[in-house]
């Protein structure tokens, strides 16, 4: 594995951006594991999901916890880094080292904050661009990615398919859902509503929006999980307590363990960034330039692609991940699709599930012959 590394991007010429806006130079923070063969064809970009980060598989510095993806990406795993020169960058927007509205802007001195330009899913892809072309690679062996991973995926295949060999998109959609805006909405609201948010100027504050965040992050948690799930693990069951105490604290298992994921994800997230990513995965329309026809927008793609879905996935559902697979078929595209059966819901593919491993596994190895 080779350390977390920060290199400066659009130097020379701002990034500009979809709202109009240019941003210059810009910082990515990314982690590199495996190495670049000599032809520098078998480079994988993994693009991590809203609350994740570049230290994939590497222990994460603030809470000291195995990486994200550490069952999947490493020696002999899935994504077999004595194979695959593995990079995972933070997303501009993000809090750890990428450009963001908790980083310095150069024509105050001070944190960017809200002044940070609202950012999309295609602004992330462009910066991400900027980042292979400095490491000097010009096709990707793969892009792979869940949830807004799976929108960068989805980006790439669109706006850059001459940089891409193959792709995974990972329980995503095309689009963001009137129901998946709203539920986003609901956690800005949060975060704003929040008087230690001070209108995003909080950076030079001994006040933070922590318990906005969290009940942000609360709110969000329930969602990546799935109705069966809850009720397997928690029940009605009580929190170190034979009875109830009719009162506002935690009574039930799922209350405490949801006021625990708020608490300590406030810890290694930044609320500003929240807004911002959010927005951003609201925005996503992978068919927006290409007047509204998915066709249109993947008809210059030529990667062969694997989709995986999961079935109590409610954020993502399958019927989303088969609309891309539907495309794909239409232009002609070597496209595998499996949906894997389990009771984790959304974050099915940050857990322990074999099957999508295997997956994983065989569409790499059996890509890796074609070249």
């Known amino acids: 594995m080779n350390e977390n590394k920060i290199v400066k991007l659009a130097t020379d010429k701002p990034l500009t951006l979809d709202c109009g806006k240019s941003l210059g130079p810009i910082q990515t923070a990314y982690t590199t594991y495996g190495s670049l063969n000599a032809n520098k064809s078998n480079a994988i970009l993994v693009c991590h999901a809203l609350t994740g980060d570049q ?13 994200w993806w550490s069952k999947v990406v490493g020696p002999d795993k899935p994504i077999d880094t004595n194979k695959f020169f593995v990079i995972c960058p933070n997303v501009i927007g993000g809090c750890m080292g990428s450009t963001g509205p908790k980083e310095i802007n150069p024509e105050t001195n001070k944190e960017f904050g809200t002044d ?40 790439w295949l669109s706006k850059f398919p001459e940089m891409v060999h ?45 318990k906005g965040l969290s009940v942000a992050r609360m709110a969000a948690h329930i969602s990546y999980l799935s109705k069966d799930a809850l009720q397997n693990k928690f029940g009605r069951n009580l929190q170190d307590k034979n009875e109830l105490e009719y009162s506002f604290d935690a009574d039930f298992e799922i209350e405490s363990y949801l006021r625990h994921q708020g608490y300590t994800f ?6 500003n960034s929240y807004l911002y ?66 009771e984790g819901g959304h974050d099915s593919f940050l857990l322990n599930e074999p099957k999508f491993f295997e997956a994983l596994k065989g569409f790499l190895n059996s890509t890796l012959k074609d070249l």
């Open 116 to 155: 940070f330009p609202v950012i999309t899913i295609a602004d992330m892809v462009r910066a991400q661009k900027l980042l292979i072309e400095h490491l000097e690679i010009k096709k990707l062996f793969c892009v792979t990615g869940g949830s807004m991973g799976g929108m960068l995926v989805l980006e």
């Open 277 to 342: 990513i959010t927005r951003a995965m609201d925005y996503f329309d992978v068919t927006a330039s290409h007047n509204g026809s998915l066709i249109d927008a993947f008809k210059k793609t030529n990667a062969k692609v694997l989709c995986v879905s999961f079935t109590s996935d409610w954020l993502y559902p399958t019927s989303e991940n088969k609309k891309i697979v539907k495309v794909f078929n239409a232009l002609g595209l070597n496209v595998s699709f499996i949906e894997i059966e389990t």
């Open 266 to 271: 406030v810890d290694r997230f930044d609320a």
């Open 55 to 67: 230290y994939v598989a590497s222990s994460h510095p603030i809470t000291k916890k195995d990486g």
């Open 166 to 210: 193959s792709a995974i998109p990972i329980a995503t959609a095309t689009n963001h859902s009137t129901q998946n805006i709203a539920l986003n909405e609901l956690a800005r609201q949060a975060i704003m509503a929040d008087p230690n948010w001070q209108s995003g100027l909080y950076y030079q504050s001994d006040k933070t929006p922590l």
